[in-house]
């Protein structure tokens, strides 16, 4: 689904819209990529998706392979976290749950938000997204 200029718009005016917008987030890691930070918004996603979970013996694999992907210092797709955080999730993944992850989540949204956003905001991607929609809804 296409964004309406009003979304693409609001996008400006807060990251937590942009966020909340599946196209949005498509935009934005569009621009993470050519930044080489999009595994700050797959790792948020994988989040997401595992807050969703109920089955334990699901939880426990989306945790490990997540923990693998992003928090293993071996991992070429590790995200940014500092060391409390690192050492919480390590703690947690004893016992893995669908929020083992939710410091570093935040941390990683935080990152994004500050960094990464302000970037986006004035990212020839974003300005060509605006322009595009906003001239093809001047036209119908």
């Not at 990251?15 to 930044?35: I, Q, Y």
């Not at 013996?57 to 955080?85: C, F, G, N, Q, W």
């Not at 947690?92 to 990152?111: G, N, R, W």
Request: hydrophobic share 30%.
């Amino acid at each position: 689904a296409k964004p309406t200029p009003e979304e693409v718009q609001g996008w400006a005016q807060s990251f937590d819209k942009l966020m909340k917008s599946p196209a949005g987030r498509n935009v934005f890691r569009e621009f993470l990529r050519t930044e080489y930070s999009e595994e700050n918004m797959l790792f948020w996603l994988a989040c997401e998706e595992l807050k969703t979970e109920c089955n334990k013996h699901t939880i426990d694999e989306k945790a490990r392979m997540i923990y693998e992907d992003y928090i293993s210092i071996l991992s070429p797709k590790e995200v940014s976290l500092d060391s409390r955080v690192r050492e919480v999730i390590n703690r947690k993944m004893q016992e893995p749950s669908s929020h083992t992850f939710d410091d570093a989540q935040l941390q990683i949204y935080t990152l994004m938000h500050r960094d990464s956003y302000p970037r986006f905001l004035n990212s020839a991607i974003y300005k060509s997204l605006l322009q595009t929609i906003s001239h093809s809804s001047s036209e119908s």
